[in-house]
């Protein structure tokens, strides 16, 4: 079992940045693929960038070039650095785990869901 604690959500004008959160629970964080999705209000849960046990990334090209997908093993931590935000980035922003490492892009690949962090951006 592996919970996920998002955080580092907020209020912050367009053109500027934010850097979110995931702190995992367990001893096996670094055999997990990692992803975060987002969730607008009446739209459907996306993806938006995903890191894999071996450190490869994938993006959503919606964001390529704006946002940033790491992870630390050692504090069982994934970061989401977003910059030139705007405001059609607004959603709830979700951290996800799964043990595989291919089809990272698809929901139903992830075993483990955080409870999401808000962010706004304001135009």
């Known amino acids: 079992q592996v919970q996920l604690v998002e955080s580092g959500g907020g209020l912050v004008q367009a053109g500027g940045s934010l850097r979110l959160s995931c702190v995992a629970s367990?001893?096996?964080?670094?055999?997990?693929?990692m992803g975060w999705f987002r969730q607008a209000p009446g739209k459907e849960r996306e993806f938006v960038a995903a890191?894999?046990?071996?450190?490869?990334?994938d993006y959503a090209d919606s964001v390529k070039a704006r946002f940033t997908i790491s992870r630390d093993n050692a504090k069982n931590t994934v970061y989401l650095q977003m910059n030139t935000l705007k405001p059609e980035d607004t959603a709830v922003y979700y951290c996800?785990?799964?043990?595989?490492?291919?089809?990272?892009?698809?929901?139903?690949?992830?075993?483990?869901w955080g409870q999401g962090t808000q962010v706004t951006v304001s135009s």
């Open positions: 367990g001893r096996t964080f670094s055999s997990y693929a």
């Open positions: 996800a785990a799964t043990i595989q490492d291919y089809s990272i892009r698809y929901l139903v690949a992830y075993d483990y």
């Open positions: 890191i894999r046990s071996g450190g490869s990334t």
